[in-house]
């Protein structure tokens, strides 16, 4: 069996905002082929373009509808659909580690990342089955089990700009909802971040103390107007044209086929009065 450290010098980990994720599980895509070309065994697929496809990945995303408890001040909130992005939350009191028999699941004493050696794996599946998150996968093709790494290989590799030493699925995020930093440091941005949005543990109950910290969704039916983002696009630059436009928009309202049709009009309705 093995032991968790008494304490870690640092407290690595995620903090994923529920408010802007938008599902489009672009973390989820990066993360795969990251871990499929980088660090331990090749992420496999089985029956990829099959009826059944089946595969190992690191990162899932679920999306859950969900109802607002009904207030003096909203009566009947309006429903909202939670895009949840899931992965190993690198708890400070791992089950998965101390529950692996050969000492191949464990925390790292210098940024507290869980992590599987995999030459020492034996694929028994105890730590998937005591991890309450269901955050650890086995793959069939290797007969390992997988987990999040924090892509422990890329934040630490000097090779990269620095821009890029963060973990694939922060850097791949279109909309801004993954951040990656200390968590055991008051003042790093995503703890002063949890402490600004209310962050919040994964099923604290269960004892694990988890590092990644949830952000809560803000109530959409809220919102003082609405916000249409394309609205500055869309609108006229001028209501007059100039330029070549202006140009071309007097040259056409000075076309004879234009000028004769109204004469001809003016001509038919005199001829009308002088007949009538």
């Known amino acids: 069996m093995t032991e968790l450290p008494t304490n870690t010098a640092k407290k690595m980990g995620l903090v994923i905002d529920l408010d802007t994720c938008v599902g489009c599980h672009a973390c989820v895509i990066s993360c795969k082929g990251w871990n499929t070309e980088n660090y331990g065994a090749p992420l496999s697929d089985q029956n990829a373009y099959g009826a059944d496809p089946a595969g190992t990945f690191l990162n899932r995303v679920h999306s859950f509808e969900v109802q607002p408890a009904a207030t003096a001040a909203q009566p009947a909130p309006a429903a909202q659909l939670i895009h949840f992005p899931k992965s190993c939350l690198h708890c400070e009191d791992a089950p998965c580690v101390t529950v692996c028999p050969t000492g191949a699941s464990y925390k790292r004493v210098e940024d507290g990342i869980v992590l599987v050696n995999e030459s020492d794996c034996?694929?028994?599946g105890l730590c998937a089955w005591s991890c309450p998150y269901g955050a650890r996968e086995l793959d069939l093709a290797e007969g390992?089990?997988?987990k999040c790494t924090l892509c422990?290989?890329?934040?630490?590799?000097?090779?990269?700009?620095e821009v890029d030493?963060?973990?694939?699925?922060?850097?791949?995020?279109?909309a801004g909802a993954?951040?990656?930093g200390d968590l055991g440091d008051p003042d790093s941005a995503v703890s002063q971040l949890v402490v600004e949005r209310g962050g919040m543990d994964l099923m604290p109950e269960m004892g694990t103390k988890p590092v990644n910290k949830y952000l809560p969704p803000r109530p959409k039916d809220k919102l003082e107007?609405?916000?249409d983002i394309l609205a500055p696009l869309l609108a006229p630059v001028t209501e007059t044209p100039g330029g070549f436009l202006g140009w071309l928009d007097k040259a056409l309202d000075k076309l004879p086929g234009q000028s004769s049709g109204q004469s001809s009009s003016q001509s038919s309705d005199q001829s009308s009065g002088g007949t009538a």
């Open 122 to 124: 034996i694929g028994c």
């Open 225 to 227: 107007e609405q916000i």
């Open 144 to 146: 390992v089990m997988k």
């Open 152 to 161: 422990v290989d890329r934040i630490y590799n000097e090779n990269l700009p």
């Open 178 to 180: 993954r951040h990656f």
């Open 165 to 174: 030493r963060v973990p694939s699925c922060v850097r791949t995020c279109p």
